[in-house]
């Protein structure tokens, strides 16, 4: 791994002597053992702080769409900055999602796409190796980076057989089991939003939840508040979820929300055979409307 990050400090360096980009967004080592935090590195020298290990799990592509955000001092013309990201897979979907929702331009980002083992759950260190791997990358079909302006080499991961093995066994319940589960984990929230901030997807400036016109929901811990927030973050991941896990990281109070994000994930794959990130080319699915699309969710599972 410490080739890797040698060639990855190589090639941050390069592209912020040269000028291709004014700033490269990677991983630096935070104050905690086995914990990484954002390094913001703008010149040569800089990049020397990036590093590049099994706690690297964090999604970066959250932090874009501020930076390409016009700062509220500047009046008049403004260009926004060039920027590189170190990326596992996942993050650069987050990344090409971004851009087909018009957060970012493509041309103004330089995708690094990292060799990725697996990162490593903090919870589980202690574990065995392949019993430290984080629940999303043991169920990751694609640890390779694909689509990346840069490739790091090295070696990834196998893929996963099947990443939706947990979703099935979710499927599998009864409507009422499924919906006591919900509740049993929803019910733990302490609604502090940090699975919000960490998403790449909820840039949202308003988010629905803290809106005042209309109010949505009431401002507190109640369970019917609670399920509202989730249900409502959680149908604004349709098509859109990644499956990078930063919003289960995030959480407190160890929550899976990923399970619930991932069956409309597997959802959107099956009725509309859309997979979010991959390509820049295919609209997502909520996003278009054809006249003959299948009024199912209307009329009830499994009619027409
Ligand atoms: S909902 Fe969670 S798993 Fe999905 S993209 Fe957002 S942070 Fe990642
Ligand atoms: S929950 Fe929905 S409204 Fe709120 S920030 Fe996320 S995507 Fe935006
Ligand atoms: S991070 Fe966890 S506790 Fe905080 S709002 Fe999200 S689900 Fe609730």
């Known amino acids: 791994m410490r080739d890797v990050q040698d060639k990855l400090r190589a090639t941050a360096k390069d592209l912020l002597a040269s000028g291709k980009v004014e700033l490269v967004l990677g991983f630096e080592p935070a104050s905690l053992p086995m914990r990484t935090r954002a390094c913001f590195a703008r010149t040569a020298d800089a990049a020397e702080r990036l590093v ?3 706690f690297c799990s964090q999604n970066l592509a959250a932090y874009l769409p501020r930076l390409f955000e016009k700062p509220a001092h500047i009046r008049g013309d403004w260009t ?24 970012l331009a493509r041309e103004n980002v330089v995708i690094i796409g990292m060799p990725c083992q697996g990162m490593v759950d903090p919870e589980k260190a202690a574990a065995t190796v392949d019993e430290r791997i984080a ?17 790091i080499e090295g070696q990834s991961r196998p893929a996963a057989a099947d990443r939706f093995q947990r979703v099935k066994d979710f499927e599998a319940l009864t409507p009422a089991q499924r919906w006591d589960a919900f509740v049993k984990e929803i019910s733990k ?12 997807n909820c840039y949202c400036k308003s988010c629905f939840i803290e809106q005042s016109k209309p109010s949505w929901a009431g401002a507190g811990d109640d369970l019917a508040d609670l399920l509202l927030f989730h249900i ?10 990644v499956e990078c896990d930063a919003c289960v990281r995030a ?24 997979v979010p990130g991959v390509s820049l080319d295919d609209l997502p699915p909520l996003c278009t409307f ?15």
């Open 80 to 103: 926004p900055p060039k920027v590189a990201v170190v990326t596992k897979n996942c993050d650069a979907r987050s990344i090409i999602g971004l851009v087909k929702e018009h957060q």
């Open 189 to 200: 929230c302490t609604r502090c939003y940090a699975c919000r901030q960490a998403c790449p």
């Open 52 to 54: 590049w290990n099994e």
């Open 251 to 274: 959480c407190p109070m160890g929550i899976d929300l990923r399970l619930f994000t991932q069956k409309l994930v597997k959802d959107v794959e099956e009725l509309f055979g859309y």
């Open 232 to 241: 409502g973050r959680m149908f604004h991941q349709a098509g859109r979820c």
């Open 290 to 304: 054809q006249s003959d699309d299948s009024e199912c969710f209307v009329t009830g599972p499994g009619e027409e």
């Open 135 to 151: 629940q999303a990358c043991l169920e990751c079909v694609s640890p390779s980076p694909i689509g990346a302006d840069i490739l």
